[in-house]
């Protein structure tokens, strides 16, 4: 594996800066279309990490593009046909961000994050633990860590600011901030594309285990996949020859940085500490084989 320079930060100027995400850089084209940009900037504990993960961008954009293509008969996303040469005609701007940028239809997000998850882990494991249910959704008694569920659950969520945690809400809640129907589509295409995908990552050694989708809407109220889709950082991903229930499996994903955060004497607040070269360099190889299973090799 050739590990590319890492890049923190985009500088566009040719285009004007949007916003700046944990990970993502976001610059308008025009009043229709935009630019995004994913950086190997990582957040862990909602906090923006000063060291990038080498490479990472790239991996989680050619695997959300896979997803976005493969999932497509489901329903419609938010990428475009217009080439990166087109908005960046400069070389240096487009060498910049190539293979780790795309180029999207302005919709609406909805407030909410579409949580979907087919196993019993994290603070889902930890709800079940207290009171027998998760998110309000009540199991059956005697599951254990990691075990799969009967079937997947959506458990949706609002969206919080930079530096906040997201809430869990019940879909009712949802059904308020967004209207019945609208509420529903969300969580009947969350449960469509993730049964769809998990069954397409077990048959190439991959667990998704929970994962969680963006939406939005135009102008006539359609309904769109947008921002990434089963990625490393959007999803809890498990080598499947590993898995056994019980425990917590190891991860493809930055579950790997959290547990080596959790050994230091840190607050989880801003600033973030330094990782070692070591922790980025195994964090970089592990999304990278999770490209390679789901993808392929470039």
């Not at 994913?38 to 993960?53: K, Q, Y």
């Not at 997201?166 to 019945?180: H, P, Q, R, Y």
Request: hydrophobic share 40%; net charge negative.
């Amino acid at each position: 594996m050739t590990t590319p320079a890492a890049l923190y930060q985009s500088t566009l100027t040719s285009l004007k800066l949007r916003a700046r995400g944990k990970v993502r850089d976001i610059y308008d084209i025009d009043d229709n279309t935009m630019l995004i940009v994913a950086t190997d900037r990582l957040s862990a504990f909602d906090v923006i990490l000063p060291d990038p993960i080498p490479g990472k961008g790239r991996v989680l954009t050619r695997i959300s593009n896979f997803w976005f293509k493969t999932l497509g008969h489901i329903m419609p996303n938010h990428l475009t046909d217009i080439s990166l040469q087109t908005v960046l005609p400069d070389e240096s701007e487009r060498n910049q961000v190539e293979g780790r940028s795309v180029i999207v239809r302005k919709l609406k997000p909805l407030p909410v994050e579409a949580i979907v998850r087919g196993y019993l882990i994290g603070s889902g494991w930890k709800d079940y633990l207290k009171s027998g249910e998760v998110c309000g959704i009540k199991l059956p008694s005697g599951l254990q860590q990691a075990q799969q569920l009967p079937e997947a659950i959506y458990t949706p969520s609002t969206k919080a600011a930079m530096d906040q945690h997201d809430e869990n809400v019940s879909f009712e809640a949802t059904v308020a901030l967004m209207g019945k129907d609208l509420a529903e589509q969300v969580r009947d295409a969350s449960l469509k594309i993730y049964q769809e995908a998990a069954a397409y990552a077990k048959e190439r050694g991959i667990i998704i285990a929970d994962t969680k989708f963006e939406f939005g809407v135009d102008d006539e109220g359609t309904l769109y996949l947008i921002d990434e889709v089963l990625t490393p950082d959007s999803s809890r991903f498990w080598p499947a020859d590993q898995y056994q229930v019980g425990v917590s499996p190891p991860s493809f994903d930055k579950q790997y940085i959290r547990d080596y955060l959790e050994t230091l004497n840190w607050n989880k607040t801003a600033p973030g500490p330094l990782l070692p070269a070591e922790v980025t360099e195994f964090c970089a190889k592990k999304y990278h084989e999770a490209e390679v299973r789901l993808v392929g090799e470039v």
